[in-house]
């Protein structure tokens, strides 16, 4: 455990996964994140420099994590002007890319860590802030396959289990697909729901038939009864949910296909968002399609 390990994007999956790192025994050396006061925080917890600038963040260390919102934010903290990850020189240092983002920024940081001398990995997750915490997150890994075994002693202390989906770019692609069909999935449980509700059916009845019935999934289970209650506090958000159908929809556009039910689902969560709603859970889908939740 000699390898020396930082993260950019400390929120509350990024943290979880420090925490977890540092109980499994490696050093954490830096974190950053825009929010300095989470970080500042996080450091102290950890016994680690907050590092404010991002070429500090990868001086300190082998093996940096990130884990940030879009494909803006993972452009800016690679090729920022003036302060960036690979500012300081990227030789020798391993860049494990964990947010959801598209293709095509994941093969341009890739290009441009390998010009630095350095690599990078896509790991893709699947999972929730718990799992992070306890070790039992599920990662797809995309990028060279000698430098995904070279990295795979870390992984597999975060992990339940991994899977190697290819070369770099193929796992995104493989997160945006996970993605999409989960959101088509909560929006049409949250479809069933309101239409249940508005018939004046018992909601918990309408579950139960639900699990022994092909309308039976995975949302149904983590979502159903917060749709019920309104407890909509965000595990996955609506915007996330509206930026990962997005980049499905541009994957698709690439392989010359028409995804109707991804794009009525953006649709659905890109009016939450313009509603100011985006920071409420994926379940908070449901606010649209129960009568008198909404104008």
Known sequence: MSQKIAFVGVGRMGANMARRLKDCGYEITAVND???E???ALAEELGCAHAEKLADVTAAADVIFTVVTNDDAMRSIFFGEGDNLLAGGGAGKTFLNCATLSPGIQREVAEAAKAAGGGALEGCMASSITHAREGKLYLMIGGEESLFNSMKPILDQMSVNLTYIGEIGRAAQVKALVNMVMNINTAGLA??????DALGFDLKMICEVFS????????????AEDMIARDHEAWFSAEHAAKDSG??????AEAGLDLPLNAATK?????LVAGGKGELDKSGIAELTFKGRHP
Do not use: F, M, P
């Open 38 to 40: 989470a970080a500042a």
């Open 191 to 196: 479809e069933g729901l309101g239409l249940a």
């Open 247 to 252: 980049i499905a929809a541009g994957i698709a």
């Open 212 to 223: 022994q019935t092909g309308a039976n999934s995975r949302v149904l289970e983590t979502d």
């Open 267 to 271: 649709a659905q969560y890109d009016k």
């Open 34 to 36: 825009v929010n300095k």
